[in-house]
């Protein structure tokens, strides 16, 4: 491509669009499944049972420690199907491009996400682009939409019974404060890499435990709002011990400082799980024996008696945590 | 809902995110196969082979004469899987919402979505919704990404010979027009109607035809858009006779009035047929018995010795249609 900025009539349908979408999309997902010229594309999937979910993506900063919109873009929805016990095969893109974004930052995310896909064996093999006016978008949002093969195991929220376990495979708010600090509005530096990642291998290892009952991945609310989805689905009460619940130090420095609170803070690379009493240990072991579970925890447990959501506090009190109202962070994935 | 208006928190996955979703797309949208707590959705597909493709839909006003961004969302990505010659059987929903916008317009256009999918017998299974800042959006984004089952015809762009016979289902532009007018910048009102609609009807008939080789919509860019999509993958001429392309008189006397080319006109409820030349009257004929067909029209062919888009004028002569370069309508789907 000639240029470096986007115009309006990289969305018009003509010659340019075709550049943009062979010189930056195509070139980078190339896969034999992907046919910019093709309507709608045959996916082969054997005749097996599919799984199929959907995803938006708007973060702010397009780029930040640890990623950036694109790999944000497969890993989110890839991540939905892997909690619900699949594997995702293909992907489509949509892509809603500010006119003046730089073409060289578009480039970026899009090898990224290529790349990002490659590495967990997805075809993105369905895309569409729109040029929003200057000043009607954020720069670049993204959608995925993900196609998996439905796993053996049967998963859900109606298989949750009293007294099961509820583990995190690492440490909260890692995404929220990468992104937070990538944004310089508060002055504020730090080393915090956003956790954003594939969660396959987890959940694969989680999988092969017995009494795995439900996963679900702690993004947008964090994990205050799966708490709030297992207490709601079961009408149990949750109770989570703050002590155990992993946060890294320079996260609970710039949550302290600035008021916010991690159990709120999107994850984009963890994985809760609720699983029988009697596998807790087991499934712990195992992710902790995976480099991305290394500081996996057991944080609480269903409580058949209880009706809300309880955090016992590191100083031996309990308190409601809430659901959240109020928007800590817009755009943080 | 209690709130008029969209607000950040309605996107930050806690209370207001689940009652606007709850409110809004699940009560318009409800069918057995949209679960809001999953993460993400088995499909039946009974083994059959699937095709897939998704498409965003940006248009501004989001609401126009004869539909809105709701219904062109489900017609959009519905009619690429019809022109692909299957059945669309699902399909996710991306929301992207700006902060401020009115939930009573909103609910609007995913009761209008809800409705046309319901009407093809479509399920939207998946969904997601962002919010935007005030200023970072156009007020509604959506994106639609649609599962079908596969037909038994195989068409392509590779099936095209010489002499093949181009037709169109109806009169181009009108959906253009009709977005423009709604615009009301240029102080002209006019009775025209987009003719969003899905093509279904059309392309079911279509492939009763033994010598249909390709179809495709002419959205964003139009029928000469399409044309040079055939010029290039033929590497042949297309030929296109001016006299028979239908345009509406009142399409035709915007275009004149504000120098647009109807050519180069977004279209949403026509297709473009390649068909060998023997069966082009059939075609003809069989379009024309339906409502939906019955301006319909061969426009050209396909000239094994031409290397140009070639457009027979009324006045007897002929020219070279360009490839679209700049952007004549931006956000018009």
Redesign the interface.
Known sequence: MEDSHIS??H???????RELIEDIFARHLSNPDLDV?????????H?R??????????VQPLEFPGGNIGSLAVHGTTN??A??G?TTK?L?????IEEGMEVEVLERIIKTLADSARAIDVQV?????????R????GL?L?T????I?GSRTLG?DRIRGDDVILVSGPVGDHGIAVLLAREEFGLHGNVSSDAASVLPLTQEALKVPGLRFM??P????LA?VAH?LQR?TAMGISLSQSHIPVRDPVQSVCDMLGYDPM?L?CEGRVVAVVAPGDAELLLQRWQALPQGKNAAIIGNINAQGAHVLLQTVLGGERILE??????L??IC
Chains 1, 2 share one sequence.
């Open positions: 309006l009539a969305g018009n349908g003509g010659r340019f669009m010229q093709a309507d709608a594309v045959p996916l082969d999937l005749g049972d599919i799984m199929f979910t959907t995803d938006g993506f708007t939905d199907l909690v619900a699949s293909y489509s893109l949509n892509a809603f093999v369905a895309g569409d682009t729109k040029v929003l006016r000043g009607e978008g954020g949002y959608a939409t993900g196609i998996g439905r929220l679900r991945d993004t947008r609310g964090g709002t989805e689905a709120y999107a659901e959240l109202e109020d928007d800590p817009p755009r």
